[in-house]
């Protein structure tokens, strides 16, 4: 596992998060949906993270994560996310996997797993 990535701010991977939907015909309100029902996170929040340049490290020690997050499941860049052994690399995994769905087309109340 690569553990460069616990250092990487938040704000250098999200414009590629951004891009990602968007060119899937889904929009940053419905990424942002996305990574506030993970976090805990409000509009504030994630001005503040992104503008501070917050590592993914203290992006999620500060994040309260959603109580249905052991429902994500399934293969995100050849991990099996419920298998992940590191917690924070887990939570940055269940992110991508989320945005993935998110990308593909996935209904929202799938995604947010309601």
């Not at 991977?13 to 309100?29: A, D, L, M, N």
């Not at 990574?35 to 994630?46: C, F, H, K, V």
């Not at 996997?97 to 593909?104: G, P, R, T, V, Y």
């Amino acid at each position: 596992m690569n553990t460069k990535v616990f250092k990487i701010s938040f704000a250098s991977v999200y414009p590629h998060y951004v891009k990602k939907v968007e060119s899937k015909g889904r929009t940053v309100e419905e990424l942002h949906e996305v990574i506030y029902w993970l976090t805990g996170y409000n509009s504030t929040d994630l001005e503040k993270i992104i503008e501070d340049k917050i590592d993914f490290e203290s992006f999620f020690a500060h994040a309260h994560l959603n109580p249905n997050v052991d429902k994500i499941k399934g293969v995100i860049c050849g991990y099996r996310v419920e298998e992940i052994q590191d917690p924070l690399y887990q939570k940055i995994r269940f992110l991508d996997k989320l945005i993935d769905e998110l990308a593909k087309g996935k209904a929202m109340n799938k995604i947010l797993r309601e």
